[in-house]
């Protein structure tokens, strides 16, 4: 509110205006839908969790825009999408489980990346996605933080905040941190603000105190695949001095932070503790169902066992710990190779494109998922929400082929400002 003093020395007051871009509504829903997305695993009630409930909010606000919808590009990754579909409908005829986990989640899933990737989106929209994907990391941080000083899995080792009486997966946790240290990351580079490189160790660190060594793998991962991705990329030489300095700088700050972790924690990520415990028992259980797939009948080499298999397999029955391994048993050889080719496809558009930042925050959870079953895990899914958005939304006919600041095109600092974040390479236009 702002109070004006008038000529008589009358206090008046006048009601600030705040304009609400409608138009936007839908760019703004699915922002909040990216915030809140670390609650994905609070549930409300049984079976219904937070951001179950939020995913509604961007199916109203895209009510205004389905004539949109009808016009859309058509983009490589939809006959992908729509493949993956069809397996895993046709593999649940071929289930070896009674009850195949996670058959309507991961197509429910993946007609989420459809419907919503049809829409235009302007730039401003584009760059709210990003935000709100970088920010839910401090979230997600803050779960894990409260975590950490409430020590509830001190004992143990490794764990995450209890919230409404529900354990949230610390391997779950350290994915949301992957795209906001991705672009922290290429920040720096880009920008040399060293406030950007920070904040990216930070969050390292926060993914340290989970005790995961699967998070901890993508985290730090993910940091380093940005910084070889940009010297491949600029091709500057130059740069691979700053970033061996950079890697020394991350290792000193990591043995460092781990000498004031409690020593339950800082002992899971020595050498000692990962062959001794055969990392947390994983080896055996993917050479286990590795051997049984390989043992297994020709038909269910080649179209896999349906969802859920590795429960089923499992002498154990866990689960495999790793999605690729989950891929392969489900999905079987001809549909574990239409998987890879669709991440592939992703990873390798978005760094020939110059986003190294989404291609590298792609290729991190792509390693998460070596020590994760998850076949929906939904930060990579808003990864490649967000590469799709942009690709059907950018004009890459004016991408200048040669440098991200070269004359064909503008800096990747939006407007010149050095407080906004860089989000579109150099001479991309938004239609």
Not at 330 to 355: D, H, I, N, P
Request: with cysteine; glycine share 8%.
């Amino acid at each position: 509110m702002v109070f004006v003093i008038g000529r008589r020395s009358k206090v008046k007051f006048v009601r600030p205006r705040i304009k609400i871009n409608f138009d936007e509504l839908l760019g703004y829903a699915l922002a909040i839908y990216f915030l809140f997305l670390p609650f994905s695993q609070i549930a409300i009630i049984p079976g219904i969790s937070v951001i179950r409930v939020i995913s509604i909010l961007p199916f109203f606000a895209s009510i205004t825009r389905l004539r949109q919808a009808t016009h859309a590009k058509l983009l490589t990754e939809y006959f992908f999408l729509i493949i993956m579909c069809v397996w895993a409908v046709c593999t649940s005829f071929l289930s070896i489980s009674s009850q195949p986990s996670g058959f309507v989640s991961l197509v429910s899933n993946f007609g989420f990346i459809i419907f919503f990737s049809l829409f235009h989106y302007t730039q401003h929209e584009y760059e709210l996605l990003c935000k709100a994907d970088i920010f839910s990391a401090w979230i997600a941080s803050l779960s894990i933080i409260v975590g950490f000083i409430s020590g509830g899995f001190l004992n143990s080792g490794r764990g995450g905040i209890v919230f409404l009486g529900q354990q949230i997966d610390p391997n779950f946790s350290c994915g949301y941190l992957v795209f906001a240290i991705a672009s922290y990351t290429f920040f720096f580079l880009e920008t040399k603000e060293k406030k950007f490189i920070f904040l990216a160790f930070v969050l390292i660190c926060i993914s340290l105190i989970t005790g995961s060594r699967g998070g901890l793998m993508s985290t730090a991962g993910t940091f380093i695949i940005v910084l070889f991705l940009y010297v491949f990329k600029k091709k500057n030489m130059k740069a691979l001095f700053k970033i061996i300095a950079v890697l020394i700088l991350l290792c000193v700050v990591f043995f460092v932070f781990l000498r004031f972790l409690p020593e339950s924690i800082g002992a899971r990520f020595s050498m000692e503790s990962v062959i001794n415990s055969r990392g947390t028992g994983r080896i055996d259980i993917w050479l286990e169902l590795l051997s049984d797939f390989i043992h297994s009948d020709w038909h269910r080499i080649l179209f896999g066992n349906g969802l859920g298999a590795s429960e089923y397999l499992s002498s154990t029955g866990h689960v495999a710990h790793n999605s690729w391994i989950e891929y392969l048993l489900s999905f079987g050889v001809l549909g574990f190779c239409v998987y890879l080719s669709f991440y592939g496809y992703v990873f390798f558009s978005a760094y020939r494109e110059g986003q190294i930042e989404l291609a590298s925050a792609i290729a991190g959870y792509y390693v998460l998922q070596l020590s994760l079953s998850a076949y929906t895990y939904r930060p990579l899914f808003n990864a490649v929400l967000i590469w799709m958005i942009y690709k059907r939304n950018a004009d890459r006919q004016a991408y200048c082929k040669q440098d991200f600041k070269s004359e064909c095109g503008m800096s990747r600092q939006r407007h010149g400002d050095s407080s906004t974040y860089p989000i579109l390479p150099s001479g991309v236009q938004w239609r």
